[in-house]
Protein backbone atom coordinates (compact mmCIF):
# COMPACT_ATOMS: atom_id res chain seq x y z
CA UNK A 1 0.00 0.00 0.00
CA UNK A 2 0.68 3.88 -0.06
CA UNK A 3 0.81 6.65 2.24
CA UNK A 4 -0.13 9.95 1.46
CA UNK A 5 0.30 13.31 2.66
CA UNK A 6 -0.89 16.71 1.47
CA UNK A 7 0.80 20.02 2.33
CA UNK A 8 0.50 23.26 0.80
CA UNK A 9 -2.63 24.91 1.58
CA UNK A 10 -3.48 28.17 2.92
CA UNK A 11 -5.57 31.39 2.56
CA UNK A 12 -4.97 33.55 -0.18
CA UNK A 13 -6.73 36.03 -2.25
CA UNK A 14 -8.64 35.81 -5.36
CA UNK A 15 -5.98 35.81 -8.43
CA UNK A 16 -3.59 34.12 -6.59
CA UNK A 17 -1.21 31.12 -7.28
CA UNK A 18 -0.71 28.13 -4.84
CA UNK A 19 1.00 24.81 -5.45
CA UNK A 20 -0.16 21.54 -3.53
CA UNK A 21 2.33 18.80 -3.19
CA UNK A 22 0.95 15.27 -1.94
CA UNK A 23 4.38 13.29 -0.50
CA UNK A 24 3.85 9.06 -1.20
CA UNK A 25 5.07 6.41 0.96
CA UNK A 26 5.43 2.57 1.28
CA UNK A 27 5.33 0.83 -1.86
CA UNK A 28 6.29 1.94 -5.27
CA UNK A 29 4.72 5.46 -5.68
CA UNK A 30 5.33 4.77 -9.97
CA UNK A 31 2.38 2.00 -9.54
CA UNK A 32 -0.28 4.45 -8.87
CA UNK A 33 -1.92 6.51 -11.04
CA UNK A 34 -3.09 9.48 -8.63
CA UNK A 35 -5.79 12.08 -8.59
CA UNK A 36 -7.08 15.57 -6.75
CA UNK A 37 -10.21 15.73 -5.12
CA UNK A 38 -11.48 18.43 -3.18
CA UNK A 39 -14.80 18.65 -0.88
CA UNK A 40 -16.45 22.21 -0.04
CA UNK A 41 -18.14 22.55 3.55
CA UNK A 42 -21.80 20.62 2.67
CA UNK A 43 -20.66 19.26 -0.32
CA UNK A 44 -19.79 16.41 -1.83
CA UNK A 45 -16.16 15.29 -2.56
CA UNK A 46 -15.27 16.47 -6.09
CA UNK A 47 -12.98 15.36 -8.88
CA UNK A 48 -10.32 18.12 -9.63
CA UNK A 49 -7.55 16.32 -11.71
CA UNK A 50 -5.86 12.96 -12.37
CA UNK A 51 -2.06 11.83 -13.60
CA UNK A 52 -1.58 8.51 -15.39
CA UNK A 53 1.80 6.27 -13.42
CA UNK A 54 3.83 8.22 -16.25
CA UNK A 55 2.93 10.97 -15.92
CA UNK A 56 1.96 10.74 -19.52
CA UNK A 57 -1.99 11.42 -19.16
CA UNK A 58 -3.75 13.72 -17.34
CA UNK A 59 -6.93 14.87 -16.73
CA UNK A 60 -8.90 17.82 -15.42
CA UNK A 61 -12.58 18.81 -14.37
CA UNK A 62 -13.94 21.66 -16.69
CA UNK A 63 -13.90 24.46 -13.86
CA UNK A 64 -10.35 23.93 -13.23
CA UNK A 65 -9.01 23.24 -16.81
CA UNK A 66 -6.67 26.03 -17.93
CA UNK A 67 -5.63 27.19 -14.47
CA UNK A 68 -4.90 24.03 -12.65
CA UNK A 69 -2.04 21.59 -14.06
CA UNK A 70 -1.18 18.20 -12.07
CA UNK A 71 2.12 17.10 -12.28
CA UNK A 72 4.40 14.50 -10.88
CA UNK A 73 7.75 13.27 -10.21
CA UNK A 74 8.33 9.82 -9.42
CA UNK A 75 11.69 9.74 -8.36
CA UNK A 76 10.77 12.63 -5.88
CA UNK A 77 7.40 10.29 -5.09
CA UNK A 78 5.45 13.69 -4.80
CA UNK A 79 2.66 14.77 -7.04
CA UNK A 80 2.25 17.96 -7.49
CA UNK A 81 -1.24 20.57 -8.41
CA UNK A 82 -0.03 24.39 -9.52
CA UNK A 83 -3.49 26.43 -9.23
CA UNK A 84 -3.35 29.84 -10.72
CA UNK A 85 -6.05 32.39 -10.98
CA UNK A 86 -7.66 30.81 -8.17
CA UNK A 87 -11.19 32.00 -6.96
CA UNK A 88 -13.14 31.98 -3.89
CA UNK A 89 -15.65 28.56 -5.69
CA UNK A 90 -11.84 26.99 -5.44
CA UNK A 91 -12.26 27.12 -1.59
CA UNK A 92 -12.05 23.62 -0.27
CA UNK A 93 -10.23 20.82 1.33
CA UNK A 94 -8.08 19.15 -1.72
CA UNK A 95 -7.23 15.32 -1.33
CA UNK A 96 -4.89 13.48 -2.88
CA UNK A 97 -5.67 9.58 -4.01
CA UNK A 98 -4.23 6.84 -5.74
CA UNK A 99 -5.41 4.32 -7.29
CA UNK A 100 -2.95 1.11 -8.73
CA UNK A 101 -5.50 -0.08 -11.92
CA UNK A 102 -5.39 1.43 -14.77
CA UNK A 103 -9.32 0.27 -14.92
CA UNK A 104 -12.08 2.12 -13.82
CA UNK A 105 -12.24 5.83 -14.46
CA UNK A 106 -10.31 8.57 -12.85
CA UNK A 107 -12.90 10.75 -12.28
CA UNK A 108 -15.00 8.37 -9.59
CA UNK A 109 -13.44 8.64 -6.36
CA UNK A 110 -15.04 5.20 -5.56
CA UNK A 111 -12.20 3.83 -8.18
CA UNK A 112 -9.57 5.19 -5.22
CA UNK A 113 -7.93 2.69 -2.54
CA UNK A 114 -5.54 4.81 -0.38
CA UNK A 115 -6.09 8.80 0.76
CA UNK A 116 -4.46 11.65 2.15
CA UNK A 117 -5.72 13.77 5.02
CA UNK A 118 -6.46 16.65 2.62
CA UNK A 119 -4.65 20.36 3.27
CA UNK A 120 -7.45 23.59 3.12
CA UNK A 121 -7.38 26.10 0.77
CA UNK A 122 -8.90 28.68 1.32
CA UNK A 123 -9.80 32.09 -1.03
CA UNK A 124 -11.14 35.17 -0.32
CA UNK A 125 -12.76 37.48 -2.50
Known amino acids: QVQLVESGGRLLQTGGSLRLSCAGS????????IAWFRQAPGKERDFVAA????????YYTDSVRGRFTISRDNAETRVYLQMNNLKPEDTAVYYC??????????????????WGQGTQVTVSS
Open 97 to 114: AAKDSVHGSYYNLANYDY
Open 26 to 33: GRTFSDYH
Open 51 to 58: ISWSGGSS
